[in-house]
C-alpha cells in the first residue's frame, strides 16, 4: 500500500484531504483543510492547490484534537513520578489517542514530591517537546480534600485548605497551575476559591461531603467545575441533592465526565447528557499509568493498583483510583451510552474544555485562524492521525 503522507513537510504545513470534516455546527463532506505556519488557514469543500505535504485521510473523520483536563498519567508514567521524561512519555501516549492539549494532574502526595512533580511539569513545558500533547497547564487534585471521601488518594497528605500554600505553590508552578480540586465544605475552602479567582484560577469540587447548600455557597464564591461528577462526593438523594444536583441545575457551571461506564453507570450518564447544557459537559480520562499500555498492574504511592475493564482500583477492593481511559473511547463511548449526537460528544472533548480553560479562541475547534490541533478517526474511533499545532504527532495511515 503506498504511504499517503505524499510529498515532504515542510514547518508546519500541510494539506489534509478526502475527510469529513467536522467543524462546530455542520460536517463537512469530501473535504479538504490546508495547514500553514501551524494554523488552519483554509476549510473547502473545493480543491486546494498547494505545494505543501498532501495527506489523504481515505473518507475518515477530521475532528479537533481533543482537550483533557484530568490526566494523571499514561504511557506506563505518572506525573507524580517527578522527571520530565515521565511528562513526555504522558504527553506523548495520549496524542497517540487524538489528545492534543492536556492538563497534567497532580493527586495529593507528599509535600518535596508534590514540589517535584510541578518542577517536572513546568520543565517539560518549557523545553517545548515536539513529540506528543501540548501541556496547558496543572490540575491540582489536592491536597485540599475531605477525608470521608478520599477515594483513591491518601488522607495522610490531605491538608486543609490553605491561601498561603496555595500561594506557594502557584509561585513555584510559575502562574501554570490552572485548576484546584478541592472540598468546599473544609474550613477557609471558601475564602480560597474567592482568592483563587481572583489569580485566575479556577476551582472544581470533588473528594467532598458538601451539601446542596454548601456547594451553592461554593459556585457563588466562583467555584466553576465538578470534577468526575459521582465520583467521590455525596450522593443525590431527593432530601439533600447534594453537590451533583447542584451543578446539574446550576447552568453556569461546568460537569467533568468520565465516561468509561464504570465510574458512572451509563444511566447515570444520559441523566447528565439530559440535565446539563451540552456546552456544559466535559469528557475527562483521569488516566493514570497504564493509559495507552497494556499494564495490569501498578503501583500508586505504594498503593497496588489493578486495571479490570479499562479502570483501574486499589487491589483486593473496589475503590477506583483512575481509569486507563482514553479520549477517544470516551468519545465513544459517549455515543454508545447516551442520547448525545456525534457533534455535541466531540464539543465535550474539544471545544467545551477548550471554553473553560478560556483557550476557545485558538483551540477546540477547525476553523480559519486556529491552532491546526487535528485528529483523524474512523467510524469507531481508532486514531490514524494526530497534529499538534501542525506538528505531526502521531500518524498511522501507511
Request: aromatic fraction near 4%; charge should be negative.
Amino acid at each position: 500500500m503506498n504511504n499517503v503522507l505524499n510529498g515532504q513537510a515542510s514547518g508546519n504545513n500541510f494539506l489534509i484531504y478526502n475527510v469529513s470534516v467536522h467543524t462546530v455546527n455542520e460536517i463537512i463532506p469530501n473535504g479538504f483543510v490546508l495547514v500553514e505556519n501551524g494554523r488552519i488557514t483554509n476549510v473547502s469543500t473545493e480543491k486546494i492547490e498547494s505545494t505543501h505535504l498532501h495527506i489523504d485521510g481515505r473518507g475518515n473523520r477530521l475532528l479537533p484534537g481533543f482537550i483533557d483536563i484530568h490526566v494523571n498519567g499514561g504511557g506506563g508514567a505518572m506525573s507524580t513520578d517527578g522527571s520530565v521524561e515521565a511528562i513526555d512519555k504522558i504527553a506523548s501516549a495520549h496524542a497517540k489517542f487524538g489528545t492534543t492539549g492536556m492538563l497534567v494532574t497532580i493527586i495529593s502526595v507528599p509535600d518535596e514530591m508534590l514540589l517535584n512533580s510541578i518542577s517536572a511539569i513546568n520543565g517539560h513545558i518549557s523545553k517545548r517537546n515536539t513529540s506528543g500533547a501540548n501541556v496547558l497547564g496543572i490540575h491540582l487534585e489536592g491536597p485540599f480534600l475531605n477525608a470521608a471521601k478520599k477515594g483513591g488518594h491518601q488522607a495522610r497528605f490531605l491538608k486543609d485548605p490553605d491561601i498561603l500554600l496555595f500561594d506557594e505553590l502557584c509561585h513555584h508552578a510559575h502562574s501554570m497551575i490552572k485548576v484546584l480540586t478541592l472540598a468546599p465544605e473544609l474550613h477557609q475552602a471558601l475564602p480560597l476559591i474567592k482568592h483563587a479567582k481572583a489569580n485566575g484560577v479556577l476551582t472544581a469540587l470533588a473528594h467532598s461531603e458538601a451539601t446542596y447548600a454548601q456547594t451553592l455557597e461554593a459556585i457563588a464564591s466562583g467555584m466553576t467545575l465538578c470534577t468526575h461528577i459521582f465520583n467521590a462526593m455525596a450522593p443525590f438523594t431527593h432530601k439533600e441533592p447534594g453537590p451533583i444536583g447542584a451543578f446539574l441545575t446550576e447552568d453556569e457551571t461546568f460537569v467533568a465526565l468520565i465516561p468509561d461506564g464504570i465510574h458512572v453507570a451509563p444511566p447515570a450518564m444520559e441523566v447528565v447528557c439530559r440535565t446539563k447544557k451540552k456546552n456544559k459537559i466535559i469528557i475527562v480520562t483521569d488516566a493514570v499509568a497504564p493509559a495507552g499500555t497494556d499494564i495490569g498492574h501498578f503501583k500508586i504511592l505504594g498503593n497496588d493498583i489493578d486495571v479490570r475493564d479499562g479502570s483501574c482500583y486499589i487491589a483486593d477492593t473496589n475503590t477506583l483510583s483512575g481509569s486507563a481511559l482514553t479520549m477517544n473511547i470516551a468519545v465513544r463511548s459517549m455515543l454508545e451510552n447516551t442520547s448525545c449526537t456525534l457533534t455535541e460528544a466531540i464539543n465535550m472533548a474539544t471545544l467545551n474544555p477548550a471554553t473553560l480553560l478560556g483557550v476557545e479562541k485558538s483551540k477546540g475547534s477547525i476553523e480559519i485562524g486556529k491552532d491546526a490541533d487535528l485528529v483523524l478517526v474512523d467510524e469507531d474511533f481508532h486514531v490514524f492521525f494526530t497534529s499538534v499545532e501542525g506538528r505531526i504527532v502521531h500518524h498511522a495511515l501507511n
